[in-house]
């Protein structure tokens, strides 16, 4: 079973950046498909972004042009980058390992207004 970590949330001012990390027990690129999800109090959990192995990334509408995903493979991290955030991406923020069905613990990100 792969181990995810997540790091990097905290509270920021609408219109701040946070970069969140994601270090894998095992070498990603084995692990396939990376993503990050989030969930706010009260509502579904919902995908913010995927990275291949290859590279080819998948977006959730409400943060195309803002957030970035990555990966670094020989650091068995993937990070996710977000910029000009808004209230409404406060959540707690998950990293998910596809092949094996693993998750993080979370870091929660709160963004005032």
């Known amino acids: 079973q792969v181990q995810l970590m997540e790091s990097g949330g905290g509270l920021v001012q609408a219109g701040g950046s946070l970069r969140l990390s994601c270090i894998a027990s095992?070498?990603?690129?084995?692990?396939?498909?990376m993503g990050w999800y989030r969930q706010a109090p009260g509502k579904e959990r919902e995908l913010v972004a995927t990275?291949?192995?290859?590279?080819?990334?998948n977006y959730a509408d409400s943060v195309k042009g803002r957030f970035t995903i990555s990966r670094d493979n020989a650091k068995n991290t993937v990070y996710l980058q977000m910029n000009s955030l808004k209230p409404e991406d406060t959540a707690r923020y998950r990293c998910?390992?596809?092949?094996?069905?693993?998750w993080g613990q979370g870091t929660q990100v709160t963004v005032s207004s």
């Open positions: 095992s070498r990603i690129f084995s692990i396939g498909t």
């Open positions: 990275i291949t192995p290859g590279g080819s990334t």
């Open positions: 998910n390992a596809a092949a094996s069905g693993s």
